[in-house]
């Protein structure tokens, strides 16, 4: 066992303490105020670490490293969702309508243990390491943009990094991908405008949830027959809300839903190519329509370079046996601010465990980790921390 390892491993039960505390007490994006100071306050018991608030709610922590060399970024994010919690052990959270459902309180754990260990080492450490729990990463247009835009965070970053914890891999694999890795989460509102009447006189009225049904159903050709089957797309209507009644025709019908995509020029089309389809159906029928559109986080795009130094490190840190080419995941993270500034990956490591009943998926009111990958995500930040090097 490697001294590093050791050294984690007596950091085990200040982990879970961390963890633990975090998920008792969840607070949403932009309103982390309670999770910002306990955050703060930890990060001053350590030396060596320079502390600020760039904003409200998140927390910047820096050493200054006693050998030459670059500067890296480290993040975790600090926000829970408007989940009630189903759980039931002795932690559970402590507010109602709102948990860590995403595994957040884990990211800000481990990155507390990573500060506390370089905290040590300052002697040691090459450049600059900065430490940023982030607020809002799961409300948009999120905390890292306002990050990005408004503060100077990223002057000077030579690399970012930062990880997810994944309950549907094993506790204690790292997962790793170059490329494309998370698409970009864009939004639709529309209201469909028809004519109410009697359930018994469709023939009079201009029915809004008949129009809707047709809609939700030939939006998924735009799936699957105006988009190259190459090309990632997903287009999921999520609410579909109308009427009062048994009897009585509604006159409009509301829909939500939200739009994945990779590549950015599809991106740039899907907008157009839905609302076609839109205008199709309803002018068909006689009716109208608002559509609202909302573009997103952009797609994570991780650098090729770092992630083969990542998937390095993963090999030394786990071994062969833990490691994972990752797949990509149509689901959406603001971690991809940062890379618009600064040569970076995001990771994955496994938090999912029959014995501890962490397979839940995420955002799911019954969903935990198993906390012995607060270990595994401590020694890969870590180990990132001092070892990712910029090519010449």
Known sequence: MTAIQDRVEELRTQLVAWRRHLHMNPEVGFEEHETAAYIEAELRKMPGLSVSRPTATSVLAVLKGGQ?????????????????????????????????????DGHTAILLGVAHLMSRDAASVPGEIRMIFQHAEEIGPGGAEELVMNTPLMDGVDVVTGLHLNSQLPAGVVAVKPGAFMAAPDMLELTIRGRGGHGAHPEEAVDPIAVGAQVVTN???????MVAAQDAL????????SGTTHNVIPDTAELMGTVRTFDPALRERAPQLIERVIKGVCDAHGATYDLRYEFGYRPLINTDWVAAQLKDIALDVVGADLYRDANP???????????????????NVGSGSDGQDSRWPHHHPRFTIDEASLETGVRMLHAAALRLTVPE
């Open 219 to 225: 939006l998924q050709h735009v799936v699957s027959r």
């Open 68 to 104: 030459p060399g670059r500067t890296v970024l480290l993040r975790a994010d600090i926000d829970a969702l408007p989940i009630h919690e189903e759980n039931t052990f002795e932690f559970a959270s402590t507010r109602p309508g709102v948990m860590h459902a995403c595994g957040h």
């Open 329 to 347: 995941t149509m689901g959406g993270e603001d971690f991809s601010a940062y890379l618009e500034k600064a040569p970076g990956a995001y990771f």
């Open 234 to 241: 997903v287009v999921s209507i999520t609410k579909f809300t």
